[in-house]
Nanobody, 130 residues
Framework: QVQLVESGGGSVQAGGSLRLSCVAS????????VGWFRQAPGKEREGVAV????????FYADSVKGRFTISRDGARNTVYLQMNSLKPEDTAMYYC????????????????????????WGQGTQVTVS
């Protein structure tokens, strides 16, 4: 069974930085898309950044390119989201999500950043930028 546990959220002033962590258990075998999604009050959940564990390729939403970096520590089963130059519009609940993929599927699915492609979700961690 896959379990995802996020941490690292908090309150920060505009221009500041935060690093989110997602510890993923149950994904040791095979390949997966693992990503960060966010949902602001009154808005739909949206993809922020995804990493494909097969080749470590990363994908970003246009709104965070150049400011956010997703990375993975395989030994610790942890995916990170380093968020720099934070803006008030980054305020949201941030969720870690994952889904196992075949090599061919992952190459396509990871890049879509679609919430509908993920079966496993964490409980979320709040990020507030003022």
């Amino acid at each position: 069974q896959v379990q995802l546990v996020e941490s690292g959220g908090g309150s920060v002033q505009a221009g500041g930085s935060l690093r989110l962590s997602c510890v993923a258990s149950g994904l040791r075998y095979g390949f997966a898309c693992v990503g960060w999604f966010r949902q602001a009050p009154g808005k739909e959940r949206e993809g922020v950044a995804v990493i494909y564990t097969y080749d470590e390729k990363t994908f970003y939403a246009d709104s965070v390119k150049g400011r956010f970096t997703i990375s993975r520590d395989g030994a610790r089963n942890t995916v990170y989201l380093q968020m720099n130059s934070l803006k008030p519009e980054d305020t949201a609940m941030y969720y870690c999500a994952a889904n196992r993929m075949s090599v061919a599927m992952g190459a396509v699915v990871c890049g879509t950043l679609s919430v509908y492609d993920y079966n496993y979700w964490g409980q979320g961690t709040q990020v507030t930028v003022s």
